[in-house]
């Protein structure tokens, strides 16, 4: 016996409308090769609209981006009928590109799902089976991670990893984390991210005490530096931590990876002093070398919690069987939309499954590529940039000595230009990329590389002003 709910979705007219509606969305994909000017006709309605939406929130949009609803891959059609190569992916989200036919027909499938969202108290068997997928995804390379809580953000992710370590480490109420992190914005993740404008006028929730991140300039004092840090803050406080907060790869801080050896060295004391270690993949997870970046790094038997989202289009927080919390401690209204999981189900299996990851993977392919052409810049244009920074398929580079004005206003040229990147770093002195690495293609790259040539030639030699 099967459920109506199975009946209706083997129904042959179920299928052939999908293959309809994706057939038609493929026809008009056709359409979008190549990035192209806002059309005439649409600019002042267009614009009107960011104005509008600027003062609805309260400020201005960074980019003038309201995109149409469609796309074709690494391309993304905005409103004003402009076509723009999406080279941050709504930072780090559209992994996949945009209108992906195999994210469209998850979709079609959630619609016709009888609720828009999943939550605690009603969920549908997709999320079993997601979890499933994550789990075994996390833990491939020989963690133990035994639970997974779905979430809707990043840093609802974070905050929920957080709330079941204290409650195990309890009365620890310290935590530690790297210099120039990003864990998120609510009012506890805002005391982990290392920034300070974004704390403002906010009290104080959490009590933070900062490691250096590795300084790849200086390899072997660095890490030390780090260590010596470490077991001061250890030793000021004895006993009142009750985790470390690991971001792998820095993310808005600016895209600075780490070496195994770094994490390790500062991962084996926390062991050794009973500190739980939570792992934000939130930026990294599908896109380092490996799923999540502390696979990459062979550092699986620290890992306590690992916490992601983004690319997942799901936030989730993983964890080992002995920080599984006391009933009441977890639960969400909405644990995500149902579109969301069906979509991550999808990405999960094509992240698996679609050789992104190795040495010789997708993912190092591309940053050999990318990086390589923003080498070339370098060198053709001394001086004009710095870099290439990141790793995998996060790349970064420093153009005008690090000058942020400039920064931002070549953000914006290039942009207008047809590519879509955003800055970085503690003082928004890099221009990062988050590759879309389920879409993007080698001819691309070579594109975008051009286009970002010519931008900084143009921006450079146009001053400071
Ligand atoms: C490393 C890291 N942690 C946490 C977050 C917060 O995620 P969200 O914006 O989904 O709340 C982000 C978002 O940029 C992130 O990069």
Redesign the pocket.
């Given at each position: 016996m099967k459920t109506i709910a199975r009946d209706f979705a083997s129904d042959p007219r179920v299928a052939e409308a999908k293959t309809v509606l994706l057939e038609t969305l493929a026809e008009y994909q056709r359409g979008i090769t190549g990035i192209r000017p806002p059309l005439d006709e649409l600019r002042q309605s267009y614009g009107d609209m960011l104005k509008e939406f600027g003062e609805i929130r309260g400020a201005p949009l960074f980019f003038a981006y309201f995109g149409s609803g469609i796309g074709n891959g690494v391309f993304v059609e905005l409103a004003d009928g402009s076509v723009k190569y999406d080279f941050i992916s709504g930072?780090?989200v559209h992994h996949f590109g945009h209108s992906r036919p195999e994210l469209v027909a998850a979709g079609i499938d959630a619609a016709l799902s009888n609720t828009v969202m999943q939550g605690n108290l009603q969920q549908n068997p997709e999320s079993l089976e997601l979890s499933e997928m994550l789990l075994d995804a996390a833990n491939r390379k020989g963690a133990a991670l035994k639970h997974c809580f779905l979430s809707t953000?990043?840093?609802?992710?974070?905050e929920n990893a957080l709330k079941l370590i204290f409650q195990k480490k309890h009365p620890a109420n310290r935590l530690l984390a790297f210099e120039g992190?990003?864990?998120?914005?609510?009012l506890a993740?805002s005391h982990v991210?290392d920034k300070p404008a974004y704390r403002e006028g906010l009290p104080q929730t959490l009590s933070v005490d900062y490691v250096p991140f590795f300084d790849r300039t200086r390899p072997q004092e660095s890490t030390r530096l780090s260590v010596e840090h470490l077991k001061r803050h250890l030793a000021r406080y004895p006993g009142k931590h009750a985790a470390m907060v690991f971001?792998m790869v820095l993310?808005?801080g600016g895209f600075y990876p780490g070496p195994a050896e770094f994490f390790r060295a500062l991962m084996q004391i926390l062991r050794d002093y009973g500190i739980a270690i939570l792992i934000?993949?939130?930026?990294?997870f599908g896109r380092t070398t490996e799923i999540f970046a502390f696979q990459a790094l062979g550092l699986d038997e620290f890992v306590d919690t690992v916490?992601l989202?983004?690319s997942a289009q799901v936030?989730a927080t993983l964890f080992r069987a002995d920080f599984n919390p006391r009933p009441g401690l977890l639960s969400q209204t909405f644990t995500a939309s149902t579109s969301a999981i069906h979509a991550a189900r999808v990405i999960l299996r094509e992240l698996t499954e679609g050789g992104y990851f190795g040495a010789s993977g997708k993912i190092a392919r591309l940053n050999e590529h990318f990086t390589t052409r923003l080498k070339e810049i370098e060198a053709r244009n001394p001086g004009l940039i710095r870099g290439p920074f990141g790793t995998g398929a996060m790349i970064a580079f420093t153009p005008f000595g690090g000058n942020p004005e400039k920064v931002k206003r070549f953000v914006h040229k290039l942009f207008d230009a047809g590519v879509i990147s955003f800055y970085a770093g503690p003082d928004l002195s890099r221009v990062r990329f988050l590759l879309p690495v389920g879409a993007v293609t080698i001819d691309d790259l070579d594109a975008v590389a051009g286009i970002v040539e010519k931008t900084l030639k143009a921006v450079g030699d146009s001053g400071t002003e």
């Open positions: 930072i780090g953000s990043g840093a609802m992710a974070n992190c990003f864990a998120g914005r609510t993740l991210t971001e993310g808005e934000d993949e939130i930026q990294t916490t989202g983004k936030c």
